[in-house]
C-alpha cells in the first residue's frame, strides 16, 4: 500500500516561491504515475502536475506551466514541486498522489487516483 507525505506548504506574497515535497513509499517510479493536484474553496480538485510511470514524461497544466515545475529524486522516493512567481489565484490545499496507471499521467482524473497524502495548505496573499 502507498503511503504519501507532504510538506512544504506556508503563507507567501505574490510573487515569491514555495518549494512542495512528497515522499512517497510502496511505490515504484516505472509502474506508478504520480501527480500534483490542487483544491481551492468551493473549487474542484485540479491536477496542476504529474509524470507518468512508463515514459518518465512530465505535465504541466496550462495555469502553471512556466511557473511550476514537478521534479523527482527516485533514490528518495520523493517528488517535488517547485513553485515560482505565485499569484493569489494559486491558494489552496495542494495534494501529491499515486497510482499504477499506465497511460500518459494527464488522461487520469483525481479520483482514478487512489492513494493520496494529506495535503499541504498553500496561501498567497499580499
Known amino acids: 500500500q502507498l503511503q504519501l507525505v507532504e510538506s512544504g506548504g506556508g503563507s507567501v506574497r505574490p510573487g515569491e516561491s514555495l518549494r512542495l515535497s512528497c515522499v512517497v513509499s510502496g511505490f515504484s517510479p516505472y509502474h506508478h504515475a504520480v501527480a500534483w493536484f490542487r483544491q481551492a474553496p468551493g473549487k474542484e480538485r485540479e491536477r496542476v502536475a504529474c509524470r507518468s510511470a512508463s515514459s518518465g514524461r512530465t505535465w504541466h497544466s496550462d495555469s502553471v506551466k512556466g511557473r511550476f515545475t514537478f521534479s523527482s529524486d527516485n533514490g528518495k522516493n520523493t517528488m517535488y514541486l517547485e513553485m515560482n512567481s505565485l499569484k493569489s489565484e494559486d491558494t489552496g490545499v495542494y495534494y501529491c498522489?499515486?497510482?499504477?496507471?499506465?497511460?500518459?499521467?494527464?488522461?487520469?482524473?483525481?479520483?482514478?487516483?487512489?492513494?493520496w497524502g494529506q495535503g499541504t495548505q498553500v496561501t498567497v496573499s499580499s
Open positions: 498522489a499515486a497510482e499504477r496507471l499506465a497511460l500518459s499521467c494527464e488522461l487520469y482524473a483525481a479520483h482514478e487516483f487512489k492513494s
